[in-house]
């Protein structure tokens, strides 16, 4: 029988369809599971990286409630946020202390007499004592303190800290990748030496889909997982490891320069 001549196929998710899902399910837990399984799809369809790791981190609320009954990963995203606003706070307070401090305090001007301007003009003194470095008490030199002045903070800075958080992997061969697979298995490892807390935040790939950007929590570094990558690169194939900095390109008219390449692996 031809399927084409029945018509359109009636989508999963219509509204007559969740009807027959609803009652498909034998309790809450088979619909959690099923929820669970939708947002694995969802991760694995979205290009977007913030969407794709918000979606990693819905998940894994989700396993932890399915296999254990609890729901620490939400607190410990929770902690992360408010210890990144207290020290959002603390900066604030001590700019607002330096700026205090840099003010100059303003002395009352005294009230003059009408007599007063006839007394300066009367000892209204020359060049020469103006000039002077000893004038009596009226002539003793006033010092300034200039004190340093506080940069904002740019875009540059919050760019920055993202990168001291990302660890590249450089891969010879290009293919797909399964970061909720790749970000569990890396926190395992570090669980199964002693890590309490998660140390991976998120998995994606590079721009041109070849490399790995590993992106740590907010207490940890890429720096860190460089140097622990004997606990977790049995977890994922690659063959080079290297923070992910900015680096510069150097040209010398006429002359051959060489670079040593750095073994970063």
């Given at each position: 029988?031809?399927?084409?001549?029945?018509?359109?196929?009636?989508?999963?998710?219509?509204?007559?369809?969740?009807?027959?899902?609803?009652?498909?399910?034998?309790?809450?837990?088979?619909?959690?599971?099923?929820?669970?399984?939708?947002?694995?799809?969802?991760?694995?369809?979205?290009?977007?990286?913030?969407?794709?790791?918000?979606?990693?981190?819905?998940?894994?609320?989700?396993?932890?409630?399915?296999?254990?009954?609890?729901?620490?990963?939400?607190?410990?995203?929770?902690?992360?946020?408010?210890?990144?606003?207290?020290?959002?706070?603390?900066?604030?307070?001590?700019?607002?202390?330096?700026?205090?401090?840099?003010?100059?305090?303003?002395?009352?001007?005294?009230?003059?007499?009408?007599?007063?301007?006839?007394?300066?003009?009367?000892?209204?003194?020359?060049?020469?004592?103006?000039?002077?470095?000893?004038?009596?008490?009226?002539?003793?030199?006033?010092?300034?303190?200039?004190?340093?002045?506080?940069?904002?903070?740019?875009?540059?800075?919050?760019?920055?800290?993202?990168?001291?958080?990302?660890?590249?992997?450089?891969?010879?061969?290009?293919?797909?990748?399964?970061?909720?697979?790749?970000?569990?298995?890396?926190?395992?490892?570090?669980?199964?030496?002693?890590?309490?807390?998660?140390?991976?935040?998120?998995?994606?790939?590079?721009?041109?889909?070849?490399?790995?950007?590993?992106?740590?929590?907010?207490?940890?570094?890429?720096?860190?997982?460089?140097?622990?990558?004997?606990?977790?690169?049995?977890?994922?194939?690659?063959?080079?490891?290297?923070?992910?900095?900015?680096?510069?390109?150097?040209?010398?008219?006429?002359?051959?320069?060489k670079f040593k390449k750095l073994d970063r692996s």
């Amino acid at each position: 029988m031809d399927l084409l001549s029945q018509g359109p196929v009636p989508p999963i998710f219509s509204p007559k369809n969740n009807t027959g899902l609803h009652q498909n399910y034998q309790s809450s837990r088979e619909a959690i599971l099923a929820a669970r399984d939708l947002i694995v799809i969802a991760s694995q369809l979205s290009h977007d990286r913030a969407e794709q790791s918000s979606l990693l981190d819905l998940l894994q609320i989700f396993r932890e409630f399915t296999e254990k009954g609890q729901v620490r990963y939400a607190s410990s995203i929770i902690a992360s946020q408010v210890a990144t606003l207290e020290n959002i706070s603390k900066r604030i307070d001590n700019k607002t202390k330096t700026h205090k401090l840099a003010k100059p305090a303003q002395s009352p001007q005294p009230t003059s007499s009408p007599q007063q301007p006839v007394q300066l003009q009367q000892a209204k003194p020359s060049y020469a004592q103006v000039a002077s470095p000893r004038t009596g008490e009226t002539g003793k030199a006033e010092w300034t303190t200039v004190q340093k002045k506080t940069k904002p903070q740019g875009p540059n800075q919050g760019v920055q800290a993202l990168r001291s958080r990302q660890l590249i992997l450089i891969r010879t061969v290009q293919s797909p990748i399964n970061a909720l697979r790749i970000r569990d298995a890396i926190n395992n490892a570090f669980g199964q030496k002693g890590v309490e807390h998660k140390v991976i935040a998120s998995v994606s790939l590079s721009k041109t889909n070849q490399n790995i950007i590993l992106t740590t929590m907010q207490s940890f570094t890429g720096q860190y997982l460089l140097d622990q990558r004997a606990i977790w690169k049995k977890e994922i194939s690659f063959s080079t490891a290297q923070l992910n900095q900015s680096w510069f390109k150097v040209v010398i008219h006429g002359k051959n320069a060489k670079f040593k390449k750095l073994d970063r692996s």
